[in-house]
């Protein structure tokens, strides 16, 4: 039942972009926000904040009340396990895969024993021309670090400790 309703809702939300006519980096370059957070937002896979809605009203102004309202509230973030058979997504799938030992083993390098925030995250979709002349996808994660912490007991509050 959730996941009908919120397919119905992605559904009029994407409805109200293509009839603006406008695309995901023109609704960031007029709110302000990163192409892929717009496109995250219409998909009902981000929050919209209460300072964000004005820009969002402005950018989309066919956009209704109720459905401002409902990307104020939290999200059900999921995706289709059948998404990955779309060849775009396959791709950007197993760059990540085939590239990823090096990804991480440069970050551990830079950084230390951690990882790449995926909640303090920015992403971007971007178009340029390589060296050659022809169009290129720039894809761009940037996260936070996050270290591994050492789990020293004394540091587990949730535990009882002996008085």
């Known amino acids: 039942m959730a996941m009908t309703y919120k397919l119905s809702v992605v559904e009029k939300l994407q409805q109200v972009k293509e009839k603006s006519g406008k695309t995901y980096s023109q609704i960031a370059e007029e709110t302000g926000l990163t192409n892929v957070y717009v496109a995250q937002l219409l998909r009902r896979q981000a929050h919209l904040k209460p300072e964000t809605a004005p820009k969002l009203r402005a950018a989309l102004p066919d956009l209704p009340e109720e459905l401002i309202n409902e990307m104020f509230k939290p999200p059900f973030r999921s995706y289709d396990p059948n998404l990955v058979q779309e060849p ?76």
Do not use: W
């Not at 024993?113 to 996808?137: E, L, Q, T």
């Open 88 to 163: 775009a997504i396959y791709r950007l799938n197993e760059a990540v895969m085939h590239f990823g030992e090096s990804i991480k083993e440069i970050i551990n390098e830079d950084f230390g024993d951690g990882i790449m925030s995926a909640i303090d995250f920015y992403c971007s979709v971007d178009k340029v021309k390589g060296v050659d002349g022809k169009d290129r996808v720039v894809v761009t994660f940037d996260g936070k670090y996050l270290p591994h912490s050492e789990q020293k007991a004394e540091h587990m509050l949730s535990r009882p400790r002996p008085q």
